[in-house]
DNA sequence: TAATTCATGTAAATCGTTACATGATTAT
DNA sequence: ATAATCATGTAACGATTTACATGAATTA
């Protein structure tokens, strides 16, 4: 169970209501690392509060409430962060379907690789866009946050986009020598 | 939920007994793709074969049972795999990591992208081993599986492992750059 | 014959999602 | 005024994990 551990850490950057931390999950972060909805997520935040990690340090408008972490609660993240236990937890959906592959047949496996080639060439391109225009260095603070997320996105994209082509070629150098 | 997915696509590239779909969660699906446990498993079955989806076609023996996919199992199966549905279910504390560097001290970031780099670099170099003993091409039937996502997890060693060296060097660049 | 591995299961507790619910503020 | 967005919550259901439990077959 890692949710306590994502709203550290996104608390730690900065300072959020519950509602700004569920956008979080909505964006990157939920893409590619962890997803979380506002029904487990404020729950989550009085858990943390009890315990002491983190505490409201701002009321606002329409009775939100930010959040901060507190010393304790930084502590507690340094340590998830530097000691990984294992297994580490996994779950994905998308890679799921790439692992089961070999179950289809080799006509419905190939259609399936070129829309996971295309979509990560689509994606990958949208991204690079964005990141084009951003700075070329990590900005500091706060605003440095997502910058490597984006890349490590980025480097996902290309990464699964070799392998559909690499799986194509191979898939189909087979099927030909099957009708040589 | 995709377990029972998951579960049909192992039994389509062939029928195993609930013990042997559990080793199969331990083994590289398990670490890269979807996690589960023989308390999980074995339920599971026994909904899918109350709705038709699978069938026990061989007892052997210690109360061993097989199943094998049902033509409708894999008509299930493999309307799963052909439609992705938006958004996929995604969770991996490893990437959430990744996702979180900024909220440490640079120091400890550092720490923990050397740890990434290292252990990438180190499981990519044994996967890469493994598989230079197999075949070049993709073996026919049950034995490509598990070739693809070998392959699939080697790229994704290679990927982690380049993004945290150039993560490295951007946080290094700018700790040099604050010095100055 | 003792330890290990094979092989399956149940029960309780925890975790996560979906559906339901409310009201304040801002934009059109 | 109306709709959209902001902002929080609870309850019921379903999924998952942990702990408990049993016994057969194999290996040392």
Redesign the pocket.
């Known amino acids: ?3 306590p551990h994502a709203l550290l850490g996104l608390l730690a950057v900065e300072p959020r ?7 979080a999950f909505t964006a990157e972060l939920g893409r590619y690392a962890w ?6 997520i ?5 858990k943390l509060a009890e315990r002491g990690l983190v505490e409201v340090t701002e009321e ?7 959040y901060s972490v507190t010393p304790a609660g930084y502590a507690e993240l340094r340590s998830w962060m530097l000691t990984p236990r294992r297994p580490a ?1 996994v ?1 994905n959906e998308q890679v799921l379907r790439m692992f089961l592959i070999s179950a289809l047949e080799p006509e419905d496996a190939l259609t399936l690789l070129h829309g996971i080639a295309d979509r990560s060439a689509a994606e990958g391109a949208e991204l690079r866009r964005v990141l084009g225009e951003a700075p070329p260095e990590i900005p500091a603070g706060a605003d440095g946050f997502g910058y490597l997320a984006a890349e490590y996105g980025l480097r996902q994209y290309d990464a699964v986009h070799g392998w559909a082509r690499w799986a194509i070629e191979k898939l189909e150098a087979r099927a030909g020598a099957e009708s040589a």
């Open positions: 169970m890692s949710l209501s519950g509602y700004e931390l569920t956008k997803q979380a909805g506002h029904t487990s404020y729950p989550e935040l009085g606002g408008a329409r009775g939100s409430r930010t937890k779950r």
